[in-house]
């Protein structure tokens, strides 16, 4: 293939924007800001997850608790009732030691109800701690990802310019290079990572970073600049320039 030395050097101009944009692409898909978001919305969506378990927990105790106070209130009521009833005086004297015994066995049946009262509340206690403190990490870590967000958006929003121009840039470019030439690099550039035309910089490729063999370097020194030839090694389009030592 044939093509002039002007377009080749267009063609290598060509590969330095695209090699720009390569370079622009990875650093918005990698942006430190974007892996520590990342990260705390790992976090997030795991400490959400311990506080809708830690709320159905809650949930259960709540009604745990409900039963033992209703429990406690029952034996409260009936000791009440049999209380008066005592103080009444009506009934036989046997009725009344009856009642007496009933209402000591209710004294302790509340005791007991009520250590099951206490021991449900602290439960409760704990587990809403556990909630609020959550709801603290989450509000803090909530308002760190925010912030990041922020930053990160700031740094997209220029890669995004940059990225705008460099397209602008490329196309431009393109369009003054012979259609065969391009087609040619295109199809390198999609099966090489992205470098389709290299630089021979001191008989050296810089796609490949290999050194020409001497045969090589003789034979492209000799080559009329409007041959388009390409490495031995990697296959990429090579262009000479002052630099190229041949």
Known sequence: MRATAIDQERLLELQRIDTQ???????KKSLADLVEISRLESQLSELSSEQNHLAVDEGDIKR??????????QVRNRKKK?????????????DLENLQHE??????????LEEVELEVMLRLEEVSGKIAALAEEITGKTGEKATLEAVANEK??????????????????????DGELIQLYEKIRSDKGGIGAA???RRRC????LDLTAADAARFGSTALDEVIRCEECRRILIRTADSGL
């Open 199 to 201: 630089e021979i910089i």
């Open 156 to 177: 997209l929003d220029e890669i995004k310019r940059e990225l705008a121009k460099l397209q602008g840039d490329r196309a431009d470019i393109r369009a003054t290079i």
């Open 82 to 94: 049999d209380e008066a009833r005592l103080a009444s005086g009506t009934g036989s004297p046997k």
């Open 64 to 73: 745990e608790l409900a039963k033992a106070e209703e429990d406690v209130e």
């Open 206 to 209: 810089t796609g490949c970073q």
């Open 21 to 27: 944009i390569l370079q622009a692409e990875h650093r």
């Open 103 to 112: 209402v000591a066995t209710l004294e302790r049946r509340i005791a007991e």
